[in-house]
């Protein structure tokens, strides 16, 4: 999931009276638990990226859940854009549950099992806190919606959240074009939308992960390519008793589902092999013509055409 837009129309009150801040909250099965995953776009986001105070302020491409593995199970998505009066207190609540939040993304690489739970349930309570201080914090705009669940399969969409009053721009004006969100009659006629609050967030499904080097199984991996390289025999039944326990970890990983575990087994077992021949291809490196054996140093500097002449 990513938050492709978050804008704030110039004008009004935004940055002078009032902080943005956005929760996101991914409510899925891992592994075997239910757990919420929250995300907090908020003032340290729009600092961090420099952002003009008072200018049509846009956040974009945050991505702010995800991979996730579906298995099926329904997955429920929560946004609200809130108002926030800007007190030092509060801003520095906000604040914390923002870089708590951070802490989960992308989801699950470095944050699992347990220990997810308890940061996220940490977050959840810091949000509660301050989405409980009524006076102050005010919602703008809100969204729910139940994705996938039984035989109903997940799919690629984008989604809207806009502030508009009734009769201004009807859905079918709204259009996406390079990830942005644009309004128009047709797409010939496309213009920016600049004079309301809107948050514009899609969802994306993919066969593979692109953040597999991040993932709690991959050290072992990395074990079994070490031992690989090492000549002997020895050491490449320890390399294969790895990847045992490489498909066993992937296997039973609430990061993956099982094809892709399958796949990347595949994927790694080929590159094995790859490694495990030019290491022993290395290891046999010829004599010099005289008969005479060259050092191991310059053998290699020589296959790989760096020796001096």
């Not at 929760?23 to 340290?44: N, R």
Request: aromatic share 6%.
């Amino acid at each position: 999931m990513r938050v492709n837009q978050l804008q704030l129309a110039s004008g009004r009150e935004w940055f002078t009276r009032y902080d943005p801040m956005v929760l996101i909250a991914v409510d899925c099965v891992y592994g075997s638990k239910h757990i919420s995953i929250p995300y907090v776009v908020g003032p340290a986001l729009f600092e961090s990226a420099g952002m003009q105070v008072g200018a049509n302020a846009i956040i974009r491409d945050i991505r702010t859940a995800g991979p996730l593995p579906y298995l099926g199970s329904p997955i429920r998505i929560r946004i609200v854009l809130y108002k926030v009066v800007r007190e030092n207190l509060i801003s520095s609540m906000i604040n914390i549950a923002e870089t708590l939040s951070g802490v989960l993304q992308p989801f699950a690489p470095r944050v699992v099992g347990e220990s997810l739970s308890v940061v996220s349930n940490s977050v959840l309570s810091a949000l509660e806190a301050v989405v409980g201080l009524q006076d102050a914090v005010v919602p703008v705009l809100a969204f729910a919606k139940d994705f996938g669940g039984g035989n109903e399969s997940l799919k690629s969409l984008h989604i809207a959240l806009m502030d508009r009053p009734s009769g201004e721009l009807t859905p079918d004006e709204l259009w996406v074009t390079n990830g942005e969100l644009r309004s128009g009659s047709s797409p010939g006629s496309l213009s920016r939308i600049v004079d309301h609050d809107f948050v514009h967030f899609s969802v994306n499904g993919s066969r593979s992960r692109d953040d597999v080097s991040l993932l709690p199984f991959y050290s072992i991996w990395e074990q079994a390519l070490r031992h690989a390289l090492e000549p002997g025999h020895p050491q490449w039944s320890i390399a294969k008793s790895h990847m045992v326990a490489l498909y066993s970890a992937m296997a039973t990983s609430p990061d993956l589902t099982r094809g892709q575990a399958g796949e990347l087994l595949d994927g790694f077992g080929a590159e094995l092999q790859r490694h495990r021949k030019r290491a022993l291809d290395l290891a046999k490196l010829g004599a010099r013509p005289d008969g005479g054996a060259k050092e191991g140093v310059e053998q290699m500097l020589e296959l790989l055409d760096l020796s001096e002449h």
